[in-house]
């Protein structure tokens, strides 16, 4: 497979748990009047309280262990937000701030976000703002649309902007993220994807991620995720390799109208990864795909029409011979022999760089096709 769409835009914007109880088995709290709510995602309003949280802390780690006490993140996260919001002292928040802080590092995003509110307020904790933004991105990147939300209302203030490097280029990361986690036209899942995939703008290299963003995209027909999304499940790339969804992913991108999907489809067919082998079928996906213009469509049709001729169909038979006349300045071979690097001449490893170096030499010797492929790549 191969053709992975490629474009990653950033647009910029002008622009809610541990031990068995919170506190140690010693500790005695006096009610105060009135007790204080539990603070929501969006934050609490600011009042004197939060110094003294700081110069006050409670301890709430079980004899002399974490926080949360060995329970699971999810488990520490939900006995976290049932203590704060029958806490009666606003010391016991400091306790809940690093039962949080703890459920967030060992992976619950639920904890992130509500602990990244509160770094960020220092509510619980002395503010620490990157160590904030940092949590309700990683609430962001697990699934909490309202931590996206609440992080890029904070980076809109520009006093508060100004605390972190490259804000303009978060926010706008932070925005698409939240778009696609809303569903909002545009593609923002796929663009997201692809930003994780090869780490541009903010967003880091994190196939896993991109994976997850592909998903979400797919779910609501997005046609250009599906079909990344099966890329990523054939060739076992943030995700574990599962050529049979691999299939289906394709083939729900081309009823969707991805035409790289239909050519995607085409090339399992080829070669019966995660369905039954049908070069015949092959065929007529690799040319419905060229009829639209799908260079990748093309190429297969080419070599599928070319072996049908007596070319070798044995992949790494194909590559040296299609090598061999691609030295022998046949542009056609050079784009062969670089369609076929794209793919991976073992249907698993992909080489990129050898993949442009035969497209341009295929350019240079005249393949319309490959000039188009290396313009597009």
Same mark, same amino acid.
């Given at each position: ?16 748990? =541990?031990?068995?109880?919170?506190? #140690? ?24 309280? /939060? ?6 802390? $409670? ?9 949360? &006490? ?16 029958? #806490? ?32 960020? !307020? ?33 980076? *809109? /203030? ?7 490097? *490259? ?25 997201? =994807? ?11 290299? *994190? ?9 979400? &995209? ?12 099966? !890329? ?10 599962? $050529? ?5 992913? %394709? ?17 399992? %067919? ?7 082998? !049908? ?6 996906? %690799? ?33 040296? @011979? ?7 300045? *046949? ?5 062969? $022999?670089? $369609?076929? @690097?794209?793919? =991976? ?20 010797? =005249?393949? &319309? @096709? ?8």
């Amino acid at each position: 497979m191969s053709g992975v769409l490629t474009s990653c835009r950033i647009v910029v914007a002008v622009c809610a748990l =541990g031990a068995a109880s919170c506190a #140690s088995a010693s500790l005695v709290l006096t009610p105060l009047a009135p007790p204080p709510a539990a603070c929501t995602i969006d934050g609490c309003a600011s009042d004197s309280s /939060a110094s003294a949280l700081v110069s006050a802390p $409670v301890d709430c780690r079980p004899a002399g262990g974490s926080p949360c &006490g060995g329970a699971p993140a999810r488990e520490c996260t939900s006995r976290a937000l049932k203590a704060w919001s029958g #806490s009666q002292d606003d010391r016991a928040i400091s306790c809940v701030a690093q039962m949080l802080g703890e459920a967030c590092t060992l992976g619950d995003p639920q904890a992130c976000a509500f602990a990244g509110r509160m770094w960020v !307020d220092g509510r619980g904790v002395a503010s620490d703002v990157e160590r904030g933004i940092e949590m309700l991105v990683r609430a962001c990147d697990g699934g909490v649309p309202l931590a996206c939300a609440v992080a890029v209302r904070w980076l *809109d /203030a520009p006093t508060h902007a100004r605390v972190l490097k *490259d804000p303009l280029e978060l926010r706008a990361r932070l925005e698409i993220e939240r778009a696609c986690l809303a569903g909002e036209p545009g593609e923002p899942c796929y663009e997201a =994807g692809r930003c994780f995939y090869f780490g541009r703008n903010a967003f880091p290299r *994190d196939r896993a991620l991109a994976v997850e963003e592909y998903q979400r &995209g797919c779910n609501i027909g997005d046609s250009r995720a599906c079909n990344n999304l099966g !890329d990523a499940l054939a060739y076992g790339e943030g995700v574990e390799r599962d $050529v049979a969804r691999s299939a289906a992913m %394709f083939e729900r991108a081309c009823h969707l109208g991805e035409e790289l999907g239909c050519a995607n489809l085409g090339h399992m %067919f080829e070669h019966g990864q995660g369905v039954a082998r !049908d070069r015949s079928l092959a065929r007529d996906l %690799f040319r419905a795909a060229c009829k639209s213009g799908e260079i990748y469509g093309c190429l297969h049709a080419e070599m599928v029409a070319a072996e049908d001729a007596g070319a070798p169909h044995d992949p790494l038979r194909a590559l040296s @011979y299609w090598i061999r006349a691609c030295a022998a300045s *046949d542009a056609r071979a050079c784009a062969f $022999v670089g $369609v076929m @690097y794209e793919d =991976g001449p073992d249907d698993l490893t992909r080489d990129t760089d050898k993949s442009l170096e035969a497209m341009n030499r295929g350019c240079r010797l =005249g393949n &319309g @096709y490959a000039c188009q492929w290396v313009k597009e790549h």
